[in-house]
């Protein structure tokens, strides 16, 4: 037996983790998965079993040793009462009778019932009641620790913020379910964000994530989202199963789904799906499979954990809709970043309701994976049922049809709207254009870009009239239309003179935009709007920024060496220089609002905060210490002069202010500070 991994193995595990730490990151942070479900879980099996032959190539950092996280550095980290831990998926009535058969031996032949329930398309959530009110919502996180994301939970019309007295719920209890965006409200948030020009979310389940993680509670209230409760926990629940506690929970007011069933037998849950495989398309909100429960609690306990799942429960998901079409090119796009699609143009195939004709590839890497043919019949699926892609090459009947298939799909070698040769930068999956002053795309796309709404918000002007104008040699980049004229736009006959004046004044009143939605406008990549805020108000100014270097640039909060670098690498050209001299020049602001101090008591000083206030926001805190010269910073170090210290601070903060000397101040000795 090879107690040592092979170098084939040991490149696989290295590959398998590598893959997954990046799709773990696009799904959970990024809300844009590149791959299905089932193709992650295949690859995660695949590195357990590895692992499993190679004990040698154990690393506690392995994608296998964690729960995916989800979790945010916007909100208040809570840690949860009890796990909450992920459920394992099946795709097989063949893993569902295996999970069936290990349920009836782990219980030594004793009878029993098995709950099933929908399984809702959303983001986790733990709900804490306390003598009926609700005091906490947290999402799931990594499963010990989560986000806490209460004030926007309070938005959400179907959870009960007060339950009615005078029933028989216990002084304090944790309720666990999805927090979803129905199809409904999902369809109108995407028809809203196409007549703004924004991107669109991939599928409810992304749009959902990234609406309750939005620091706007307000915002959260107009998408209106939806909760349905799945789990009830607590110390003092007299019920012993798990479908009389999602009933008395239903009695107190809560929202569960009435799809739940007990299955008495293997064939009653083969029944179930079944039902639901079909009828799940007419539901008010995305599902994507079932989940089953073993219902008796006493049982749920006997058969225990394992490390990542519950024994008791699994999740089997419904396989996506596919169809089979043919292949006919591959065309490739160019975006505002210069990076370059492959996409897909197939003959129009009915899938999931509605008629595919195009599917995007992503990039080179997976192009190679499918060894694309064109003329290939292939297997198209959408993901999350919204997204098209192609999974597959159809199986050829004829023995010899491999000879007879079209020419293989090749990555574009050069760019295929200016020529340049492509580059991959290193850790990207994505080839780009580097000739980013003179490949028509880009120039449109920076230029698009600039007029954004979150960014100029010139509105009077739209991706239709930047290329308009960009063919007609009006514009080669967004400080030329600081240069256009009414006479240049309202057309030789003056027909269009009411419209050009619109376009005119748009412009104009973008001279009166704020400093920091102006540097996130310049299109500097890897600068979003919350860094263009951050280094507004560090620096002050254009001139200030241009000036800082790597070091100057680092030391700000929330800006690694990527970001900082690509700061520096920005203000070195000089085209770049030139094109914001004319924005200046044209009356754009280059520097931020000056606001005067209330009082100079916080001078000199780094602060950190740390946990819950009740007298003010931690953003009202954050713009106290400013306005009274002191400095917000994100994390303790030597240089940290206090911290500003709530209720629920975190441990390890708690440990590290101890271990340099750190001294904490309350919410009242603060205020103390400051007014006097």
């Given amino acids: 037996m090879n107690l040592f991994a092979t170098p084939n193995d040991a490149e696989r595990i290295l590959f398998l983790r590598k893959e997954l730490n990046r799709h773990n990151y696009n799904y959970y942070v990024r809300n844009a998965p590149e791959i299905s479900d089932r193709q992650f879980d295949d690859m995660m099996h695949e590195l357990e079993e590895l692992e499993e032959r190679h004990p040698e190539m154990s690393d506690p950092n392995s994608p ?4 995916g996280s989800d979790r945010s550095n916007d909100f208040e980290p809570v840690t949860h009462k009890r796990p909450m831990l992920s459920l394992g998926n099946t795709y097989s009535r063949g893993d569902v009778q295996a999970f069936y058969d290990r349920v009836a031996e782990g219980l030594g032949g004793e009878p029993f019932d098995i709950c099933c329930e929908l399984k809702f398309d959303g983001l986790s959530i733990s709900l804490t009641y306390e003598h009926g009110r609700l005091v906490r919502a947290a999402t799931r996180g990594d499963g010990v620790q989560g986000d806490d994301v209460t004030a926007n939970v309070r938005t959400i019309r179907t959870v009960p913020l007060v339950l009615p007295e005078g ?7 944790e309720i666990r379910g999805e927090v979803l965006m129905p199809w409904e409200s999902f369809e109108r948030l995407n028809a809203e964000r196409e007549r703004r020009e924004e991107p669109l979310f991939a599928n409810p389940r992304n749009a959902a994530s990234g609406t309750l993680k939005s620091k706007k509670s307000a915002a959260v209230a107009q998408r209106r989202l939806d909760a349905y409760l799945y789990y009830l926990l607590g110390d003092a629940l007299t019920t012993q199963t798990h479908y009389e506690r999602m009933q008395q929970a239903a009695g107190w007011g809560f929202n569960v789904s009435p799809t739940a069933k007990l299955a008495h037998s293997l064939q009653d849950i083969y029944d179930y799906i079944d ?3 079909e009828a799940r398309h007419s539901l008010p909100f995305a599902t994507d499979g079932i989940v089953l429960k ?18 008791w429960a699994i999740a089997y998901k419904f396989q996506a809709e596919q169809a089979v079409t043919r292949l006919l090119d591959v065309t490739f796009q160019v975006g505002r970043t210069g990076a370059v699609t492959p996409v897909a143009n197939m003959e ?10 195009r599917a995007s590839l992503h990039n080179a890497d997976i192009i190679r994976q499918l060894d694309l043919h064109i003329g290939d019949m292939v297997r198209v699926e959408k993901a999350g049922e919204i997204i098209p892609q192609i999974v597959g090459v159809a199986d050829v009947a004829a023995p010899d049809s491999a000879a007879h298939r079209g020419a293989a799909v090749q990555f574009v070698k050069t760019c295929p709207e200016c020529g340049a040769t492509l580059v991959r930068y290193e850790g990207e999956a994505a080839h780009y254009c580097p000739n980013d002053t003179a490949c028509p795309p880009q120039i449109k796309g920076r230029i698009e870009h600039f007029i954004s709404r979150e960014a100029m918000n010139i509105d009077s002007v739209g991706p239709e009239t930047v290329d308009d104008y960009f063919e007609r ?3 080669r980049d967004a400080a030329d239309l600081y240069s256009l004229t ?11 003179r009411r419209s050009a004046e619109k376009v005119i004044a748009g412009i104009r009143r973008s001279l009166d935009v704020p400093f920091e939605r102006v540097l996130f406008a310049l299109g500097i990549r890897f600068v979003g709007k919350v860094v263009a805020k951050t280094l507004a108000r560090r620096f002050g100014s254009l001139d200030a920024l241009r000036a800082a270097s790597l070091d100057d640039l680092m030391q700000t909060e929330g800006v690694g060496q990527a970001i900082a670098e690509s700061v520096v690498r920005y203000f070195a050209d000089e085209r770049n220089l030139a094109f914001v001299a004319r924005l200046a020049e044209a009356g754009v602001r280059m520097e931020a609002e000056q606001t005067a101090l209330q009082s100079t008591a916080l001078e000199g000083m ?18 106290l210490i400013e306005a009274h010269g002191g400095k917000n910073v994100g994390s303790i170090s030597k240089k940290t002069s206090f911290i500003l210290a709530g209720e629920n601070m975190g441990p390890s903060k708690l440990e590290k202010a101890s271990k340099l000397g750190v001294p904490l101040k309350t919410e009242e000795e603060f205020l103390q500070m400051i007014e006097g």
């Fill in 275 to 277: 039902h639901w495989d």
């Fill in 486 to 496: 009414v006479e240049q736009l309202m057309g030789n006959d003056g027909s269009r």
């Fill in 348 to 357: 129009p195939v009915l899938l999931a309701g509605t008629t595919v004709r």
């Fill in 64 to 67: 296998t040793q964690r729960v």
């Fill in 473 to 475: 040699g009006l514009i």
């Fill in 294 to 311: 073993v219902n008796d609690l006493r049982q749920q306990q006997r058969l225990g954990y394992t490390a990542k799942n519950p024994r």
């Fill in 167 to 173: 029933l028989d719920y216990p002084d304090e209890f």
């Fill in 606 to 623: 780094s602060i950190v905060i740390s946990g819950t206030f009740a007298r003010h926001s931690r953003e009202e805190y954050k713009a």
